[in-house]
């Protein structure tokens, strides 16, 4: 059984799950939000486990270099095993998902398929790999606001985060880039060099950074927002310059920055709206 838990990541389902259930209290503001709400965290966090024993099926041969204390390269559990388990969580989702709303089961079902998509075949494709975890991520913010019926404020909130994880996925190459070139991986930082993949990974944060302005620009939030939001913008702007200044030896603290910094917006835009 621990073995199993360690294959879905519960900190990294839940965490998903809770970015739905936020997103959707968001979307809903102060009123009690709807149960196709809760569902969708359910179905969330069945698709994010799945996709988390998939990518192991599929990554095996780089996690024993990359990862070997996980749980598929020690033998803990065996890749039939694996593959099995991933598929009862897929079909937990899709159940989940054709409980919710219409909306909710056209951005959810089409998420599931890319998942497998992005671990079998585009996971090892430059850039296309680090596009489709983005956009998966940013996706689930949308897909809370789908299913409390209103999708604008979570947009914008799906933009910042969108950015700040495509910048995230590429330091995150740049990280594993010893085990990725002995398995003959094409990721950015082995095309193109770990000198321009930071800059470009630099840039996609400064996108991320300016997107938390978008809702007060546009009126939806105010003073206080910016109160708020203004001071992760600052440790963000570090992280921009740890990169454009090529402190590799912090790289794993970036990726861990940038992650904390997508939930504190998130939790800021929830503030917020409560509070409005």
């Known amino acids: 059984m621990k073995a199993y838990l360690e294959l879905i990541r519960p900190s990294n389902s839940l965490m998903a799950g809770f970015a739905v259930f936020l997103s959707g209290m968001i979307a809903a503001g102060r009123h009690v939000p709807p149960l196709d709400v809760i569902l969708a965290v359910l179905g969330t966090v069945c698709a994010s486990s799945g996709g988390m024993v998939i990518n192991d099926y599929f990554d095996y041969d780089i996690d024993v270099i990359n990862r070997p204390e996980r749980a598929l390269p020690r033998g803990a559990v065996t890749r039939k095993e694996a593959l099995v388990f991933a598929l009862i969580l897929f079909g937990l989702a899709f159940l989940f998902i054709a409980l919710t709303n219409a909306l909710c089961i056209a951005l959810g079902y089409p ?66 880039i010893k085990g990725d070139e002995s398995l003959g991986s094409r990721t950015l930082p082995i095309l193109w060099g770990v000198k321009r993949s930071t800059l470009i990974s630099a840039g996609f944060l400064l996108l991320g950074i300016a997107a938390t302005f978008l809702p007060y620009f546009s009126g939806l939030f105010g003073w206080f927002y910016l109160l708020l939001v203004i001071p992760v913008d600052v440790v963000m702007m570090y992280v921009v310059w740890l990169l454009v200044t090529s402190q590799m030896d912090k790289i794993n603290m970036i990726q861990k920055l940038e992650k904390a910094g997508m939930y504190a917006v998130l939790l800021i835009f929830f503030v917020s709206k409560m509070l409005q």
């Open 111 to 176: 998420a599931i398929v890319l998942i497998v998509v992005y671990s079998w075949k585009l996971k090892k494709t430059p850039f296309i790999g680090n596009f489709v975890v983005a956009f998966l991520t940013s996706l689930t913010l949308v897909y809370g606001g789908a299913a409390a019926g209103n999708i604008v404020l979570v947009t914008m909130l799906a933009i910042c985060a969108f950015f700040a994880n495509l910048s995230r996925e590429i330091a995150k190459d740049i990280e594993d």
